[in-house]
């Protein structure tokens, strides 16, 4: 009786804790379950009919001619080349100042402190507040920027820079780039800190220089960190919408329209549901492969404390 | 640590300097126009530090009353909406966050590992898909245009978010504490409430600061589905100082200025959990 | 049970604060119909004089409650789109800006009203100003805001300059331009609104109509890149390279316009009805006042030769019932009553009446009578506004404009040639006008 009596137990142990998981987990769930999970499914119907804005309901099957309409589509393309773009820029250059802000700090320079709690406020600053201020310093007529390089005698005229399509798109990237790099740095240094004094001071004992030290046991040992960072930013670089709508509402001459903005004009401006379900389902694809590569690589064994 | 040489320390002096300027100069601008008159603004180049400051541009939208701009003084209530949006959803992600996060984090369930990659993979569902079944939806239940129909609609980003950042706090407590409190008869809640939260709460406190900083900045829910002061958030209103011709520049600014307020002052105050919360995003995952 | 207890009493208190959120905002007004509008907050009257309308109407009809919204210009369009998704839908009455006329008639978005007009309407409000809210000869609403251009000029500037009179041509305002170069007495003598926006298109419509050129034929096929509308375009390169348009001007909106001509830095501008009080009588908007005339929007010989008298863009909205309103007849009166000649003659002080009779003797004195800038405004309105011309009613217009912005845009900052520009657009609105 008394081998039958343990194995009764562990399992109604177990199964209790099953049901105690799910009593505890079933409000969240379903709140994700209604508000997120049965819409997408929606929108994915939609995306397989010819929707007018004006009645969403499923009722001209197309199959799959909204997908293969804006495949043969130039101004797909060229949105999803100027999504890149964006993405690779801005997430490239951020990583880049990121690291070296964060190295900055861990030099504990004096002041270190009031340069990490000031990086905060880019951070903590609404992206329509950033976008609004940005703009105003882009202005062609009296701006900052043009006042800034006209007094130092960079430029000699005041310039119009958001009225071309590439450079207002390096404009809006500053704009991101002046919102993010704190969440890199700050994160970043974080890591930095978490490093073992020790390892940096037996490796500069056997004659190890900076630049070495950094490459060998900095960089490695930041892995984890610059992942996470990367990913992060990468689907929002992807998914960035916000600061494009404040700025350069997708123009000029479509120079900003991101595959995200382009979504939104054929859902809402030009009112073709259809199509702008399918779009959106392709970002959300593009998104949640980002999203399992990056869990793949943070629940690796050694990634996992 | 190597002491480091004068050369290295100028060096670094010199560029913090650098990252400070480039941190602080756009906010200065923005600040500086804020407390502008529009003919200052107006002028080529434009004089940096205004020769002739005034609040009038904040007092505008916070005294009642005194505004011309039908945008200017009603943006106090746009304020308010962001503040009860914000807020409200942060309370509720964190109430039922802790509940599922606890299960996750301390029960063995089988479907643990699915469930937390699903949680994470939901929230990279960007908003554009959502928000057309929910605006009909809403507009079933004549909730458009009220604050509730934003609190239920961040959830969608709000409340995935909370239970993987608490899941990853709660497994940080140790083991030991649990199961003292287990071993003296203490129910699953009973411990959560008593002994884990106690113990998490700076990581809940970081939780509820990131929750409350991604509602407070959110746009396109709100665009879509508020039209109205009765549930405008701040954002949106700051995008409608926008007129069909023209800029109200310095109205802009000022209530720029006053959006970005909340989310910074409580971003500064509370920074150490910011860090911490980051942090175990990147360290722990 | 303590457990389930404790999860339950965590749900009710998350319902309990969404039920609180939910009734912080007004309650719902619970009579028998409720009828909502969406409108403007920048246009015409003001929002306390449109909840005045609204209240007076509420209490003449106290079976229906009017509750009215306001978004601004840029999410109008999309609020509208959006508000259709749903049935009943989410407004009842909408204020729609003429360029989206025909694109909502093609989606169904409105309400026919052809058969509801009565000979008082048809007959004593502006020719114009019906073809705003007419789309192939159906009639999908009242027009309601009615706005031109109009050619501003500063006097003293041109005084200076040896000229008593405003020009009527555009080959002589170029000369006079030279002159007033010359002089040195402004750098650029003329500022337009050409920056890539619908307000490119404003002043391109007003140029070609003046050359007798149109955008699109009768059958709706666009023929801007015939060779009426290349000869404009060319005109509009032209001027910048010779100086006389200002080439800042490829990035301004009214608002710069507005604001270059109230600094004294232009001698002429074309800008809607709103800049004449802020330029001609605010000293703290602008350096000129005093100095600022209306006069008739010139045109080119050509158009001269051909009969075009004067022709400017015509830049109205209009309210309109929604088709799918659970309560289209109700929503119809409320129409009539907002754009009845007695409520426009009422609050004309910001939003000029669209009835023709009312610029006529008695009327006509009270209205010129109204505020400092009406002496000047009304006058030139009632002369100005038969020469208004519309943009074309095609659905796919939304499109099809951006990519004549874009066409304006190369043209003008030299990326391709006025022809090239246009021809390239014009493929656009064939293929759009083809789906």
Aim: charged fraction near 15%; glycine fraction near 6%.
């Amino acid at each position: 009786m008394s081998v039958l009596a343990k194995p009764r137990k562990t399992l109604t142990l177990a199964r209790q804790e099953i049901r105690d998981g799910l009593w505890l987990l079933a409000p969240s769930m379903l709140v994700i379950l209604i508000i997120t999970v049965l819409p997408v499914i929606f929108t994915l119907v939609l995306s397989f009919f010819d929707t007018p804005l004006s009645n969403p309901v499923p009722r001209d099957f197309v199959g799959f001619g909204n997908y293969l309409e804006f495949l043969s589509s130039q101004q797909f393309w060229q949105a999803i080349w100027r999504t890149l773009y964006f993405t690779l820029v801005s997430v490239g250059l951020e990583l880049v100042l990121g690291l070296g802000i964060a190295l900055l700090i861990h030099a504990r320079p004096p002041g270190w402190n009031f340069l990490r709690t000031s990086l905060i406020i880019p951070w903590a600053v609404p992206t329509v507040v950033n976008g609004a201020m940005w703009r105003w310093i882009y202005n062609a007529d009296y701006g900052a920027l043009n006042g800034v390089l006209l007094s130092l005698g960079i430029i000699e005229k005041y310039q119009a820079w958001m009225i071309d399509p590439i450079v207002a798109m390096n404009l809006v990237i500053v704009a991101d780039i002046w919102h993010s790099v704190p969440f890199i740095a700050i994160i970043l240094q974080a890591a930095l800190a978490g490093i073992p004094v020790e390892l940096e001071e037996a490796a500069a004992v056997d004659g190890a220089n900076a630049f070495q030290r950094f490459l060998l046991i900095r960089l490695p040992l930041l892995q984890p960190a610059i992942l996470v960072a990367l990913v992060v930013r990468t689907v929002e670089a992807f998914r960035v919408f916000d600061i494009i709508y404040v700025i350069t509402s997708g123009g000029p001459a479509f120079g900003t329209v991101t595959i995200s903005y382009l979504t939104y004009l054929e859902s809402f401006t030009y009112g073709h549901l259809g199509s702008g379900s399918a779009l959106s389902f392709l970002i959300s694809a593009f998104t949640l492969v980002m999203a399992l590569v990056y869990i793949k690589i943070l629940y690796r064994p050694e990634n996992r404390a | 640590m190597k002491r480091k040489t004068p050369v290295q320390t100028m060096r670094n002096l010199v560029l913090m300097a650098l990252v400070l300027f480039f941190v602080y100069a756009p906010i200065a601008w923005l600040v500086l126009s804020s407390i502008s008159t529009r003919a200052e603004l107006l002028n080529v180049p434009p004089s940096f530090i205004p020769k002739e400051p005034t609040l009038k541009n904040y007092l505008d939208i916070l005294v009642p009353g005194r505004a011309a701009s039908e945008v200017a003084s009603t943006f106090k209530v746009a304020l308010g909406n962001s503040l009860l949006v914000a807020t409200t959803t942060t309370l509720i992600c964190l109430l039922v966050g802790v509940l599922a996060a606890y299960a996750l984090a301390r029960l063995r369930l089988p479907f643990k590992n699915k469930l937390l990659m699903s949680i994470l993979s939901v929230r990279m569902i960007p908003e554009i898909s959502l928000v057309i079944p929910l605006y009909i939806v809403a507009a079933k239940l004549a909730l458009l245009n009220k604050p509730a129909v934003l609190i239920i609609t961040y959830l969608s980003f709000a409340l995935p978010f909370s239970i993987w950042m608490i899941t990853t706090f709660f497994e940080a407590v140790p083991m030991e504490l649990e199961d003292a409190a287990r071993i003296d008869g203490c129910s699953r809640l009973r411990t959560l409430f008593n002994v884990i939260l106690p113990v998490a709460t700076p990581g809940i406190v970081s939780t509820g600061l990131f929750i409350f900083l991604l509602a407070w900045d959110e746009f396109f829910f709100a665009l879509i589905f508020t039209s109205t002061l009765a549930a405008k958030t701040a954002p949106v209103a700051i995008a409608e100082f926008t007129g069909r011709y023209a800029v109200d520049i310095t109205a802009m600014m000022a209530a720029g200025v006053l959006a970005a307020l909340p989310p910074v002052l409580l971003a500064l105050i509370f920074q150490r959990y910011i860090v911490s919360g980051l942090s175990a995003g990147a360290v722990k995952g | 049970m303590k457990r389930i207890h404790g999860v339950l009493s965590v749900l009710l208190v998350a319902i309990f604060l969404i039920g609180a959120a939910g009734c912080a905002s007004q309650p719902q007004a619970d009579g028998p119909k409720t009828l909502r509008v969406l409108a403007m907050q920048q246009a015409g009257p003001t929002p306390d004089e449109m909840n005045a309308i609204v209240a007076k109407f509420n209490a003449a009809n106290p079976n229906v409650t009017v509750e009215i919204e306001y978004v601004s210009y840029d999410a109008l369009h999309d609020k509208i789109a959006t508000a259709m998704s749903t049935t009943p839908p989410a407004y009842d009455i909408v204020l729609v800006d003429d360029i989206w006329y025909a694109e909502f008639a093609a989606n169904e978005y409105l309400l026919d009203v052809t058969d509801r007009l009565d000979a008082n309407m048809k007959t004593n409000i502006f020719d114009s100003a019906w073809a705003i809210t007419t789309v192939n000869g159906k009639t999908y609403g009242m027009p309601w805001l009615l706005d031109a251009k109009y050619f501003y000029y500063n006097e003293a500037i041109l005084k200076e300059a040896g000229f008593d009179a405003p020009p009527t041509t555009w080959e002589e305002l170029v000369a006079m331009g030279q002159v007033i170069k010359e002089k040195g007495l402004v750098e650029y003598p003329i500022a337009w609104s050409w920056a890539q926006a619908e307000a490119a298109i404003c002043d391109f419509v007003t140029l070609l109509e003046g050359n007798g050129g149109k955008l699109v034929d009768e059958a709706g096929k666009p023929i801007f890149n015939n060779e009426l509308g290349v000869k404009t375009l060319q005109w509009m390169v032209d001027s910048v390279e010779s100086g006389v348009s200002n080439p800042a001007s490829i990035t301004y909106v009214e608002e710069d316009v507005r604001n270059v001509f109230s600094q004294g830095k232009a001698a002429f501008a074309s800008n809607w009805l709103y800049m004449y009080e802020l330029a001609a009588l605010n000293a703290e908007e602008s350096q000129v006042t005093g100095q600022v005339k209306m006069a008739l929007m010139p045109v080119f010989e050509a158009g001269k030769a051909a009969g075009v008298q004067s022709a400017t863009i015509n830049g109205s909205m209009g309210f309109s019932v929604v088709g799918k309103s659970a309560n289209p007849d109700a929503a119809w009166e409320f129409v009539k009553f907002l754009t009845s000649e007695e409520i426009q003659k009422e609050y004309a002080a910001h939003l000029l009446p669209v009835w023709a009779n009312n610029y006529e003797g008695d009327a006509l004195t009270a209205l010129e009578a109204l505020n400092p800038a009406t002496p000047a405004t009304v006058p030139m309105f009632k002369e100005q506004i038969p020469f208004s011309k519309v943009r074309p009613k095609v659905p796919y217009y939304s499109e099809g404009s951006k990519a004549l912005q874009l066409a304006l845009q190369e043209a003008l900052t030299g990326q391709k040639t006025a022809q090239q520009a246009l021809d390239d657009a014009a493929a656009v609105w064939v293929e759009l006008g083809a789906k």
